[in-house]
């Protein structure tokens, strides 16, 4: 059965710092393009950040609202995916997922998600 759960994020002020994880288990995680996502309230899912497979290099992308304050990352002996947030900006508020990003969709199930809220 496959299991993402994510966690890390909290209340911070804007200019703060977070640190996201998302275990995952029951995938063969190596394998994968991961990704974060991020829902605001009363807006659609996005995708925020993606890191491909070692075999790929581990290439990673942003969204343009965040590249250069995110920090997508992975420990594939650990089935773990990171996201290193800094900067943060109120907009960042959203709950924040993880996934493996295929096309427009996503591969699994999605978890609980953690909620990141930024005060101004």
């Known amino acids: 059965q496959v299991q993402l759960v994510e966690s890390g994020g909290g209340l911070v002020q804007a200019g703060g710092s977070l640190r996201l994880s998302c275990a995952a288990s029951?995938?063969?995680?190596?394998?994968?393009?991961m990704g974060w996502y991020r829902q605001a309230s009363g807006k659609q899912r996005e995708l925020v950040a993606s890191?491909?497979?070692?075999?790929?290099?581990?290439?990673?992308a942003y969204a343009d609202s965040v590249k250069g304050r995110f920090t997508i990352s992975r420990d594939n002996a650990k089935n773990t995916v990171y996201l290193q947030m800094n900067s943060l900006k109120p907009e960042d508020t959203a709950v924040y997922y993880c996934?493996?990003?295929?096309?427009?969709?996503?591969?699994?199930?999605w978890g609980q998600g953690t909620q990141v809220t930024v005060s101004s």
């Open positions: 029951g995938i063969t995680f190596g394998v994968y393009t």
């Open positions: 890191i491909s497979s070692r075999a790929d290099g581990s290439m990673t």
């Open positions: 996934n493996a990003p295929q096309g427009d969709l996503a591969a699994f199930s």
